[in-house]
């Protein structure tokens, strides 16, 4: 089946502007979580839902991260005014129960 | 806190040689230990997790609990194997993984 997809794979953000990068879980799947991956790091916990619930938000930068799932699958996560500080690759990950949690391919944002 | 510590940035071994990649972590309580894999141009993915005890693809990783470490091993190291290697764990009581910086690995001809 599909796995995990993000969109768009690719953003190019002026500093100051908005931006919303969506994921689309593996269907039926409880957990969806959100990373951050600066260029030569390992992936950063942001946050966690299960179902439609965020139950860890402690990875959030600042308040200008925001991150929903209204219905319990899909899941965006928006980021105001954007800083340079904020280019990375984010990852999204989904997971049944358990431990093993999939991958996106991730959204790479660049802020100019 | 819960850190992982992967001391290599890059190892670079020839095909058919040993392979070992280092894993430290600290963490007080009893955690799960995992090894993700990131091939060229493909997304991260599971390779093994020490509850299953499983050798994927050959490799193995032990977790010692007295070193804290969760090194991941290979005998005979393939051209395949190139990549970027992440070590994770997940404390008890959270689904989220806590990633280190992660090692290239390049299996050369």
């Known amino acids: 089946g599909a796995g995990v997809s993000q969109s768009p794979r690719y953003k190019v953000a002026k500093r100051g502007q908005d931006v919303a990068l969506r994921c689309d879980p593996i269907s039926g799947h409880v957990s969806l979580f959100w990373y951050q991956q600066a260029l030569g790091q390992g992936p950063e916990f942001l946050t966690y839902f299960q179902n439609e619930a965020q139950l860890d938000k402690s990875g959030l930068p600042s308040d200008r991260f925001f991150a929903e799932r209204p219905e319990g699958s899909v899941s965006t996560l928006k980021i105001q005014r954007t800083q340079q500080e904020d280019s990375a690759v984010y990852l999204c990950?989904?997971?049944?129960?358990?431990?093993?949690?999939?991958f996106g391919p991730g959204t790479r944002l660049t802020v100019t | 806190a819960q850190r992982v510590t992967q001391p290599e940035k890059l190892l670079s071994v020839f095909k058919g040689a040993p392979v070992e990649l280092k894993c430290n972590y600290s963490y007080s309580g009893s955690p799960e230990l995992f090894w993700y894999v990131q091939y060229s141009r493909q997304r991260l993915q599971l390779l093994l997790r020490?509850?299953s005890r499983e050798s994927i693809k050959g490799f193995t990783a032990d977790l010692n609990k007295g070193e804290t470490s969760f090194h991941l091993k290979k005998p005979f190291a393939q051209e395949e194997d190139s990549a970027m290697y992440y070590c994770a764990l997940i404390s008890g009581g959270s689904e989220k993984l806590v990633f280190g910086k992660g090692t290239k690995l390049t299996v050369n001809p």
């Open positions: 020490h509850i």
């Open positions: 990950a989904s997971s049944l129960y358990g431990f093993e949690q999939y």
